[in-house]
């Protein structure tokens, strides 16, 4: 009976252990990046949310509907879209065609 009791804690330990060491490679796992001209790294993931969150929020009208929800939802999901690019616009050079859409983005 100790034994069976024995073998079923290390079994659960053996999860336990399995699982925080996938958690700790998820943590360091690096994002995907493409690289601009003059070596600059854009992370993609980030570039394909800011892409969503325009279309929803031109077309599907997503601020609004927040405005519903929150008092100052409109305003403040604007302003969250607005500081995302303007904190991957700072590292971009200026005649690229990504700081363009950036700039041209409401």
Not at 23 to 40: A, E, K, S
Not at 43 to 52: A, H, K, P, S, T
Not at 81 to 97: E, Q, R, S, T, V
Request: a negative charge.
């Amino acid at each position: 009976m100790k034994r069976w009791w024995y073998r079923l804690l290390a079994t659960l330990g053996g999860f336990v252990v399995v699982f925080l060491l996938y958690l700790n490679i998820r943590l360091y796992d690096t994002p995907q990046c493409f690289t601009l001209v003059g070596g600059r790294t854009l992370n993609e993931d980030v570039f394909q949310q800011l892409r969503y969150l325009k279309r929803v929020i031109h077309e599907d009208h997503a601020a609004e509907d927040m405005q519903i929800l929150y008092p100052e939802g409109f305003v403040f999901m604007h302003a969250l879209y607005a500081l995302a690019w303007c904190d991957i616009l700072k590292d971009l050079p200026p005649d690229g065609m990504y700081w363009q859409e950036g700039m041209h983005c409401s």
